[in-house]
């Protein structure tokens, strides 16, 4: 394809994504409300010039990240769901990540019980999904299997911090983080919790194991 015919085209996408952002902004979902910036991943973060032509166009900076796994990391951040409002007086973070089969969809119904002002609750989904029973029907998801073990360790390790790192940036800057693993996520957030950057006030792990590798005095340092 002739190169001006690409650059029509990521033009077109350019437009695209900037009628998106105003767009989502005037019907007010809560993640991408006033935006500040865009989060960037995929082949096209490679091309300095098609990137800074999309922050020039859209007046947004754009954040790109070292390590991208294409537009499924993208979809990755859109697919969490969560339970009350996110902004500067929000004081809790909770982040809770499911069990395997199960949809994050679903499980953040099981927090609604525990909604209340200033309190953010957030079900991060795995990037693994397969059918429950066959070829068809009840779709699941997974933190990761045993194929490239150590590199979805380190992909959705990556994914909850930055999303964490997303979300405490629209919260008070006081705000508390709260970790729930829940079946396949108890070891998920017992990986991440040994990594992560961030000071995390309470973790609550429930019906399954905590990672083998667990390292208990690097969490008592780094939590403590």
């Not at 960037?40 to 954040?63: E, R």
Request: net charge positive; hydrophobic share 40%.
């Amino acid at each position: 394809m002739p190169l001006l015919e690409l650059y029509k085209i990521h033009f077109f996408v350019i437009i695209i994504s900037k009628y998106n952002i105003i767009l989502a902004s005037f019907l007010g979902q809560p993640f991408i409300l006033s935006p500040k910036n865009l989060f960037s991943v995929g082949g096209g973060t490679k091309n300095k010039v098609w990137s800074h032509t999309t922050s020039d166009i859209i007046g947004l900076n754009q954040i790109l990240r070292k390590k991208t796994i294409g537009a499924s990391y993208g979809d990755a951040f859109l697919s969490a769901y969560s339970i009350g409002e996110l902004n500067n007086e929000t004081n809790e973070i909770w982040i809770a990540c499911h069990g395997y089969g199960q949809l994050a969809k679903y499980f953040i119904k099981k927090f609604e019980c525990i909604e209340k002002q200033n309190r953010f609750i957030i079900a991060p989904e795995g990037f693994n999904k397969f059918y429950i029973n066959g070829y068809s029907g009840r779709v699941g998801a997974s933190w990761m299997t045993k194929e490239k073990r150590l590199d979805e360790i380190d992909d959705y390790c990556l994914y909850l911090e930055q999303l964490t790192d997303l979300i405490t940036k629209q919260a008070h800057q006081k705000c508390k983080i709260k970790i729930i693993g829940f079946s396949q996520g108890t070891a998920t957030v017992s990986r991440w919790i040994l990594k992560t950057k961030f000071k995390i006030e309470s973790l609550i792990l429930w019906g399954g194991r905590i990672a083998f590798d667990f390292n208990f005095s690097l969490y008592k340092e780094k939590h403590y």
